[in-house]
């Protein structure tokens, strides 16, 4: 996740000069060696570019020129390792303000990947900028405008599965595919890695991406390479599931899953249809920003890159504008991955976010995920140490992973949360002390400035720092295009107008917190959803299940054997979806679990139905999944003014579990 910064800040560097009346220092990265179009590598003059930033103290521009910037990182840097970055800007040693880097059209063109690369040497990261500064300040207005990042060799390799058989339940690992691999594939396909297989196409969903395994790292990959196809061509190979995986029977990764039973079965894969294998999943980031304050990103591209697009950590008041991931248009579609993990990364942030007019398309992962990581108190399942929980003057200890660089001060606000998740009361921090209890290296303990909150039978397990949370996050007239996972992963005070979301498997939208895996929080609070377009999503393949919804909501707790399940009400407070289009959902469109208050009003619910292959699925489960609006552990609902067009058809247009919602009004709707 260091790579996009690092490039903002030799872009930065590259400029040297002043120009006239603006008092504005220039760096031209083509006086350090660096020059488009010429066929030579570029990495020495960015980088050298770079070093120069820090003799200006403000109003520094890296500039570069449009065309194409070729970086051989493998021949200049050698193998890959994690946390490699091509370029870095730190600002330890001296405060600068004011940094821009201005592309002016340049492009980015990375080489050197290899397929056969382990997957923890996976890839670099193209730009890593540390904004911090002495005396624990930050820096101050960072720009990065007009460029394009993209890979020669991409992550991924394309073929077409030619035969699938599955053998009967008491011989499944016989089951197997096979797979051609496209003609243009040059290379052993024998040794490469595998981490993720995809195909697609789905009904009413031609162009899309369908299911995947991930091979999480130092761990067996999920799908096994037997070897050539007997009887194959010179490119055709035999799989099977990795049944020494240890998440091989976990759902979501069972290989037999995806392997149909019946002919016909939906969401299966079947011989003829395209498929993706991905090489390189996470530990990679094409821009990486750290410790900024104002961050505006404008007219930026990302094409291709093995790995995350942008990650923004411990900064506030960001901006974006015409930022693009999505594959290049002169590749796609046979090519139609751009990332291989995330879009957009973004956690400790504070201030306000906006995004606006921005494509998100083919990602390997989620678009969009802001959250504030929560901190396990320790207390609860693992340990009696009660003096750790509550001592005296309100104190508490918890292992905070990243003591090092997300640092917490006194007067920052906390959330302090349930098991569930369900938020428990706020205090300011008064003071960090000294550890007593043993909880290893990244042990905090805290003092508020109150007794802490006691809930009879919920003892606080979590704690979220909201100073590290926007208090506003806009997201406007942007669209999510086929990517494999989520469309908006949001918690609290955001507002998402007219944007569009195709094509995701799994939610167009997620509102609430994650607690006992993930541990993103806070709570939810304060969702508005307006004037929306959610189509052809929530098929059931890969993360995905029909009874999550096109827009699902509620707190997310995964215990300890690893089966998901929600918190009970309060995890999230005040959504509000309005006006909103769902189209092509197969699958409950709202899902409302563990929340408080919830109105729906003034949506059109078109071309949706129930599809009766999931009935093998739990009660609870399938009863969502035959409902248009599901509500679980939920207070207040407003259902009104709300149509039903073009063929919709459900068991249950909207149906509770449990105890009835109270309120709960439904007027004006033409199912009525």
Not at 248 to 253: D, I, V
Request: aromatic letters at 12%; charged letters at 15%.
């Amino acid at each position: 996740m260091k790579s996009i910064t690092g490039i903002v800040l030799s872009l930065s560097l590259f400029l040297v000069g002043t120009l006239p009346g603006q008092g504005v220092q220039s760096i031209l990265v083509s006086n350090y060696g660096a020059h488009p179009d010429d066929g030579l590598d570029d990495i020495a003059g960015i980088r050298a570019a770079i070093a120069a930033i820090p003799q200006y103290a403000s109003n520094v521009i890296l500039e570069f020129e449009a065309g194409v910037y070729d970086l051989s990182a493998r021949t200049v840097l050698g193998l890959p390792k994690a946390g490699q970055t091509l370029f870095t800007f730190t600002n330890y040693s001296k405060s600068v303000s004011d940094l821009t880097i201005a592309g002016n059209g340049a492009v980015f063109l990375c080489h050197g990947f290899k397929i056969t690369d382990p997957i923890g040497q996976a890839w670099y990261s193209l730009f890593y900028i540390n904004g911090r500064a002495p005396g624990n300040n930050r820096l101050l207005n960072l720009h990065i405008q007009d460029l394009t990042v993209t890979m020669g060799r991409l992550p991924y390799t394309m073929g077409t599965c030619s035969k699938v058989y599955r053998a009967s339940n008491s011989n499944l690992q016989s089951s197997f595919f096979d797979i051609k691999i496209d003609p243009s594939f040059t290379g052993n396909f024998s040794k490469m890695v595998v981490e993720m297989l995809t195909h697609y196409p789905t009904p009413g969903h031609p162009g899309g991406f369908k299911f995947f395994y991930v091979q999480d790292l130092g761990q067996p990959a999920f799908l096994k390479l037997l070897g050539k196809t007997p009887g194959g061509g010179s490119n055709e190979y035999r799989f099977s599931g990795n049944y020494s995986s240890p998440y091989s029977n976990e759902e979501g990764f069972r290989l037999l899953d995806d392997l149909p039973t019946q002919a016909n079965e939906h969401g299966k894969l079947y011989a003829n249809q395209r498929v993706l294998f991905t090489h390189h999943y996470r530990e990679n980031t094409a821009i990486d920003i750290a410790a900024c304050n104002s961050v505006e990103i404008v007219n930026t591209t990302i094409h291709h890159w093995a790995g995350m697009g942008i990650g923004i950590h411990y900064s506030s008041d960001l901006s974006f504008s015409g930022v693009t991931i999505a594959p290049d248009p002169q590749r796609a579609p046979s090519y139609p991955m751009s990332t291989t993990s995330d879009g957009i990364h973004l956690r400790e942030i504070s201030g306000t976010v906006q995004w606006n007019d921005c494509l998100f398309a083919g990602m390997g992962d989620d678009a969009f995920n802001i959250y504030t990581p929560m901190d396990k108190v320790y207390h609860g399942e693992n340990t009696t140490q009660q003096s750790c929980f509550d001592g005296p003057g309100g104190t508490l200890e918890v292992d905070h992973a990243c003591a090092a660089t997300c640092l917490y001060q006194p007067g920052d606000l906390f959330e302090f949360l349930d098991e569930q998740g369900r938020p428990l009361g706020t205090d300011t921090l008064k003071a960090l002390l000294t550890p007593i209890c043993a909880v290893g290296a990244d042990g905090l303990r805290l003092q508020f400035n109150n007794p802490l909150p006691q809930v009879s039978g919920r003892p606080i397990t979590y704690i979220c720092n909201l100073s590290q949370y926007p208090n506003s996050v806009s997201i406007q007239n942007c669209t999510v295009d086929r990517n494999q996972g989520n469309g908006f992963l949001v918690r609290r005070n955001v507002t998402i107008e007219n944007c569009t979301v195709v094509g995701a498997p799994a939610t167009a939208v997620t509102v609430g917190p994650s607690v006992g895996y993930w541990n993103e929080g806070p709570s939810g609070k304060q969702v508005t959803i307006r004037n929306c377009s959610f189509t052809d999503l929530g098929y059931g393949d890969g993360f995905g299940h029909p009874w999550e919804g096109a827009v699902t909501i509620g707190g997310f707790w995964r215990k300890k054997n690893k089966e998901w399940t929600y918190g009970g009400q309060g995890c999230v407070h005040d959504v509000l979806i309005d006006g909103c289009d769902f189209s092509t959902v197969g699958g409950t469109n709202v899902v409302c679990r563990s929340t408080n208050t919830i109105t729906i009003q003034n949506c059109a619910f078109e071309d949706s139905s129930f599809w009766g292959y999931l009935l093998d699925y739990p009660a609870e489960a399938k009863r969502a999944a035959q409902s248009l609006l599901f509500f679980s552990k939920t207070g207040s609902v407003q259902i009104l003014n709300n149509e039903l067009a073009n063929g919709a058809s459900y068991i249950y247009l909207d149906r509770w579990e449990g105890t009835k919602p109270n309120p709960y009004v439904l007027s004006g709707n033409s199912w009525q």
